[in-house]
């Protein structure tokens, strides 16, 4: 069974870094894409980043010059290096896997004070 399990979440003041780290176990294939997404509360999940395994990436508007995307395709890992965190960054994030199916993690908060 794969398994798609986040950590680095947390809370940070406003200007401030943070680093998402997921880490697929269970699979034996590439992942074709992984990437990143995010739930404010009352809102739809978005895509916030993006990365193929020939490393080719997206960036939400909202984020870009600010966050970066990168994977590890021997390992099955994929991290976000969030940096000059804004009060609208707030949300669980959650990572994702994708090989025909998509597979998710369970999310972790990140909360950014003003």
């Known amino acids: 069974q794969v398994r798609m399990v986040e950590s680095g979440g947390g809370f940070v003041t406003a200007g401030g870094s943070l680093r998402l780290s997921c880490a697929a176990s269970?699979?034996?294939?590439?992942?074709?894409?992984m990437g990143w997404y995010r739930q404010a509360p009352g809102k739809q999940r978005e895509l916030v980043a993006s990365?193929?395994?020939?490393?080719?990436?997206i960036y939400a508007d909202s984020v870009k010059g600010r966050f970066t995307i990168s994977r590890d395709n021997a390992k099955k890992t994929v991290a976000l290096q969030m940096n000059s965190l804004k009060p609208e960054d707030t949300a669980v994030y959650y990572c994702?896997?994708?090989?025909?199916?998509?597979?998710w993690g369970q999310g972790t908060q990140v909360t950014v004070s003003a």
């Open positions: 990365v193929t395994s020939g490393g080719g990436t």
């Open positions: 269970g699979s034996f294939f590439t992942f074709n894409a």
């Open positions: 994702k896997g994708t090989a025909g199916f998509e597979y």
